[in-house]
């Protein structure tokens, strides 16, 4: 019976052939998906991939120029406020009000999504502690760090109970300590509250966090699956050279080894079934020079590589990032 | 796992999510809109004494200047009263203009801010974030108007109680209307780039045609038109001929009231006018809302 309810039926999210257009440009091209209860799931792919319109959508706050998505076995066209009742949101930008409290914007909330009178205070009390947030709750928002606004925006979105918690890019902008406790609050939250989590993110390391992931490139789905099987379809291991002459030794690498290394910023990277054997080969026969050789388990970055021809450009979106947390924090005080 | 799984969805299948009273929902929800303008206002104390200011600076400099000028004019000196008695209440009605319009119009920061998008995305009938920050413009107006009743004795203008009760209907009637006009404009606007537009086109003309500064009488043809046309005019004349009533004989009051055709409007009309002027707003804001993007 327990199997019977794992496999299928339990879908909570299901989308197919989702199609967002915006005049000539279409952000999301075809998306099929179906996320089971109490999963991790991971939408992995660049700025601009169309992971942030496909959440729109399934949240209810975009409308599909195409397909159809029903949220909690509800049909997010037909029955949006119904949808919305049901679901936590955390979006990609701030959406606190910095002059009240953290324990104001979370009976703020509570009101508005009707939560009952006689289990507010205990519900805020809950989350606040379960997302270590008790002891400032008393503090207006504009005196809390990055970390801790993304912590109360977690709290909040739990706060009426959902059955799935959506959240856009939630660690955007945090230093890599507190993205990492973002991520033992959500896992504590899953185990805690038995709910599901479907989460959009460019950064490849967090999708290691994931039950599941989905890869989307140029507004379509070009993988799907669990961290290591989607690691499995790198195969072997990774070498990445550098060459001053990286040109030549790209063709003797082709040539004299047969394999076909992948450019990317200088250095040459290639998959191999076994680098113990091909890396003292590539050193004895190449004539042009290696100035450095890695070697390493594929990351989900060499698979995003491998389906896409392109690297996530993480150095890229970090600086503009950053100038966005900047303008954000800078903006904020402001008010 | 199979069985953490098992329970937690046996769980959610028998937590039937109860109905939820949407009237109630939606009261709720313009409470809770409406107590947090109110929290911020009293947080913000600064924004409050900032905003007494630009009265105050108009009844004594404006107001004393002006009252020196015009003293032997035939409108006013007579029988000792005064350009400033005359635009007290006025100045009461800038302040309520003011408050209302920018209070309504946070709608705009708060989108600016992302924290619309939280009040938007909640399953309650957008209606309600209308009439919330309508009703929050309101009493953050009203309050701000109320204050100045204590400089009443400074400038020569006798209020009592009776007064008073008659003045706290007509000062929310005119804080309703433009709290409604503020919300239906931030509805159209999507970031604050329009909001000095506004501010220079439609609120500095709304309060120099208001009859806030000089009496609505005698002007030339196209001014008294705009005078008329202009809804704040029907919210600050009740105001004037209340707050006077105890400083001067009535039919000096009668002389400066709002007229159409030569008619003196009775205030419950004018009151009628700014509802109506309000209620109009409101509905084209709740209009504005329910669109989904």
Known sequence: MTVERMSGSEAVIEATGLVKRYGQVEAVRGIDLEVSHGEIFGFLGPNGAGKSTTISILCTLLTPTAGTARVAGIDVMQDPARVRQRIGLVFQDPSLDDVLTGRENLEFHAFIYSVPAGERARRIDEMLALLQLTERAGSQVKTYSGGMKRRLEIARGMLHQPEILFLDEPTLGLDPQTRQSIWIHLKELRATKGITIFMTTHYMDEAEYCDRIAIIDRGKIVALGTPDELKARVGGDVVTITSSRADEAAVEIKELLGVVPVRDNGSLRMEVPDAKVFVPRLVRELKAPVDTVTLRRPSLDDVFLKLTGHAIRDEEAGTKDQMRAMASRWMGRRR | ?293
């Open chain 2, 1 to 293: 796992m199979s069985v953490k799984a098992a329970t937690s969805g046996a769980g959610s299948a028998t937590r039937a999510v109860e109905p939820i009273d949407t009237r109630v929902a939606s009261l709720r929800a313009i409470y809770i809109i409406w107590y947090r303008d109110i929290l911020r206002y009293w947080r913000d104390r600064w924004r409050l004494v900032a905003s007494l200011a630009q009265p105050l600076l108009f009844l004594v400099v404006f107001g004393s200047g002006l009252s020196s000028a015009l003293g032997r004019g035939a409108l006013f000196g007579a029988g000792g009263f005064t350009y400033i008695q005359f635009m007290y209440p006025g100045i009461i009605g800038m302040a309520i203009l003011f408050t209302a319009i920018f209070g309504a119009m946070s709608i705009v920061w708060d989108r600016e801010f992302g924290f619309l998008k939280e009040v938007l995305v909640a399953p309650i009938d957008r209606s309600a974030v209308a009439i919330g920050k309508a009703l929050g413009g309101t009493t953050q107006a009203m309050i701000q108007g109320l204050i100045l009743l204590v400089l009443a004795p400074f400038v020569g203008v006798k209020i009592n109680l009776l007064t008073i009760v008659e003045l706290l209907p007509l000062a929310a009637v005119l804080a309703f209307g433009l709290s409604c006009f503020g919300v239906a404009l931030a509805s159209t606007m999507k970031s604050l780039q329009g909001f000095q537009v506004v501010m220079n086109f439609l609120m500095m003309p709304m309060f120099f045609l208001s009859g806030a500064l000089f009496p609505l009488t005698n002007l030339p043809g196209w001014m008294t038109v705009l005078t008329r046309l202009d809804p704040a005019s029907y919210g600050i004349d009740p105001l004037r001929r209340v707050a006077l009533s105890e400083s001067a004989p009535s039919a000096l009051v009668e002389r400066f009231a709002l007229t159409i055709n030569n008619h003196v409007l009775p205030i419950p009309l004018e009151a009628g006018v700014m509802l109506a002027f309000g209620a109009l707003m409101l509905g084209i804001a709740v209009m504005m809302f329910q669109r989904r993007d």
